[in-house]
């Protein structure tokens, strides 16, 4: 992993910062939301998958501004601001808790200055986040050349980084954070805010050294076609003008001979019109694996929200008389990811060394499939609470954890690595928002497929309002059926989606 550039690195740390402040806040932000705002559990799912959307839907706005107006910096710097600000807002909202106040559960918001507070935090984060992420990963593509075979393995180590900051983040604050003691919440928030500040300030003292593209010109600082002459490398003016066209190399080769008798201002003018119908065909790719990503997060994502229920009341967390806090699970995911991930970085690079590479749509259809049996496989001892078992051992949810993080190595950091070698340069940021976008829809889903969760004290949820949801197995079963079917639609896709590639995917 050496012979990688420095700013990956760089950009991996700052990331697992922000991420530190993300998973740390979402460890805590649903069982925030029933013990100190008393909400039920059915709202509080409601709240976290708008809340949750809109944080992966922003990214597509943060992406427009910086390819257009700010840059990938400016953007990344503003946006992780909002983001400690958000935190900072919703550290101050817990403060407010008063046990004498908060005790009528509600399905809605009575507009109390503390809600109010809520609200504006995490609006804020909404905000902050849809100018940091697009732009801090579309800066990683930029230091690297269109064609070079590393970019799947550097996406799966920034994706380390990430998952770091999301393993330590639930233990810390897990430490001092519980629903038995809803006063202590503040100080969860407070601390994810801490961390956005330790990734701003790491961004700020080494963006200068370290991000620059393979020829030492710097990245992100304006949109490129903003650059002015002496500023732009004219290569990466070149490389964006032959992502243009097929992946072919007679044609590249004609075409780079055509661009050498090109003035700067003619290849500008190329850049600035129409996109081709090598490009538009590549973007239809980004969306239809953009798409079926939603099949994927709406399950995953049920680690914040019904999993997080589920562990807290129904996982026996007793080890030798300790009580694991239910927040240390969310850690167990991460904890997998960094063990993994590596693994994963040199089995594509090995796969791609002996010309044996999986296509983009067959590492989709395969975590989709794995994810669908892990949520089968976990059905059947989550089913017991319904016969009547109090509890459920906790190497069940470790284990679906860990399905899920081979699941999410199949997709996740392949996703990002496509969608980047893919877009057009000039709108990468802008792109790379529509594949958080996805994930807007499936945290969204999320949240309203949580709604279902059979809480014994409510009626019981349907799905559509005709499909009873009885039980714990009928619950996970169902993520289970999505995932299945989404991998059996790709799969039978592959061949088209690859052809519309022109190239980049074998």
């Not at 999993?307 to 806090?325: C, Y």
Request: glycine share 8%; charged share 15%.
């Amino acid at each position: 992993m050496s012979n990688h550039p420095r700013g990956l690195y760089m950009l991996s740390t700052v990331e697992m910062w922000e991420r530190f402040s993300y998973y740390g806040m979402r460890a805590i932000l649903s069982l925030f939301m029933v013990s100190t705002l008393m909400f039920t559990l059915p709202f509080a799912a409601k709240v976290y998958g708008i809340y949750t959307g809109l944080v992966f839907l922003t990214p597509l706005l943060g992406g427009y501004v910086s390819d257009r107006y700010l840059g990938n910096r400016k953007s990344i710097i503003l946006g992780g601001s909002v983001m400690a600000l958000g935190q900072f807002t919703l550290a101050y909202c817990a403060s407010l808790y008063n046990p004498s106040v908060a005790i009528a559960t509600h399905s809605g918001l009575i507009w109390s200055t503390q809600e109010i507070l809520f609200l504006i935090g995490l609006i804020l984060i909404c905000f902050g986040c849809g100018f940091f992420k697009a732009n801090i990963s579309s800066m990683i593509s930029l230091l690297y050349e269109k064609n070079d075979n590393r970019l799947d393995s550097a996406f799966s180590i920034f994706y380390v980084g990430i998952n770091i900051g999301s393993l330590i983040a639930p233990l810390i604050i897990g430490l001092f954070c519980s629903s038995s003691h809803p006063e202590f919440y503040k100080y969860g928030f407070f601390t994810a805010g801490i961390g956005l500040c330790i990734g701003l300030i790491i961004f700020l003292s080494f963006r200068n050294k370290y991000l620059k593209d393979v020829n030492g010109v710097d990245i992100g600082k304006r949109p490129i076609l903003q650059e002015e002459h002496d500023i732009i490398d004219e290569n990466l003016l070149d490389e964006a003008i032959l992502r243009k066209y097929d992946n072919d190399e007679e044609i590249i080769a004609k075409e780079k001979e055509n661009l050498s008798k090109l003035s700067f201002d003619e290849k500008k003018k190329i850049l600035e019109g129409p996109l081709t119908k090598v490009e538009k065909h590549r973007i239809y790719v980004i969306f239809i694996i953009s798409f079926f990503a939603i099949f994927f997060f709406s399950a995953y994502e049920q680690a914040g929200v019904s999993l997080t229920f589920f562990t807290d009341v129904f996982i026996s967390r007793s080890v030798g008389g300790f009580i694991v806090p239910t927040e240390w699970f969310q850690s167990v995911n991460p904890l997998f990811i960094v063990i993994l991930a590596p693994i994963f970085a040199m089995l594509w690079t090995k796969l791609n060394e002996k010309n044996l590479t999986l296509s983009t749509p067959v590492k989709m259809s395969l975590g989709l499939l794995i994810l669908g049996i892990g949520f089968a496989v976990f059905a059947i001892p989550a089913s017991s609470i319904n016969a009547g078992s109090s509890s459920v051992s906790m190497l069940w949810i470790i284990l679906l954890y860990f399905i899920l993080t081979i699941a999410e190595l199949f997709i996740s950091p392949v996703g990002l690595s496509t969608v980047s070698r893919l877009s057009p340069l000039k709108f990468t940021s802008l792109f790379l928002g529509v594949w958080f976008a996805s994930s807007a829809v499936s945290n969204y889903l999320a949240g309203v497929l949580s709604e279902l969760y059979p809480d014994p004290s409510l009626p019981t949820p349907y799905l559509l309002g005709i499909i009873p949801i009885n039980g714990f197995f009928e619950f996970f079963i169902l993520f289970a059926t999505f995932a299945i079917a989404g991998a059996i639609i790709v799969f039978l896709l592959r061949n088209k989606v690859v052809k519309w590639t022109h190239g980049l995917e074998k």
